[in-house]
């Protein structure tokens, strides 16, 4: 694939990217111009071609490109591998946090049940609290009620009959017929 030469700037550089292709991105290799830019100002020319940065950069060691292509291959293997140890440390690790995750919900719905449980137990026991007052007030009640004479009867005298059992008028206690 020929290369175009992109419009270049008064100090040699161009302007714009060279189309790279696929070739020489994966090499790692710079474009470097097919010739060198004519300047007429004779201060601002470059250096020889072989003091350049870029121009070492050309070549590693002088290694012929099927040794950089193949050093380049060992290292993106090795790429591969770390990312590849990397992933199943990262998937061990996601394993890990859900199970600590579902740890976690399950320790809030006991807590939450316990809670629960909690509010169950004081409103029952509330409830039986106030039953018992209540069967209480209404023992006490009766007792008050029983040591009381009834109006319009002699103590002991008089009684009441209803459904089947025999009622003392003055003793709320009541006696078989």
Sequence with gaps: ?????????????PLRPPPYDEAVTR??????????????????????????????RRLVDGAPQQQQYRELVRLVSLQRERLRAQQEELTHCDSELS???????????LTHCDSELSYWEARLGAEQAAGQATREEAWERNRRRDRQPARNCRLGSASTRVAGRSWSACRAVPTEA
């Design 1 to 13: 694939m020929p290369w175009h030469t992109p419009p270049l700037s008064a100090d040699g550089r």
């Design 99 to 109: 199970a600590c995750c579902e740890r976690n919900r399950s320790l809030c719905r």
């Design 27 to 56: 090499s790692g290799q710079r474009y470097q111009p097919s010739h060198q830019p004519v300047h007429t100002n004779k201060e601002s020319a470059p250096s020889p071609p072989g003091d350049s940065p870029t121009s070492k």
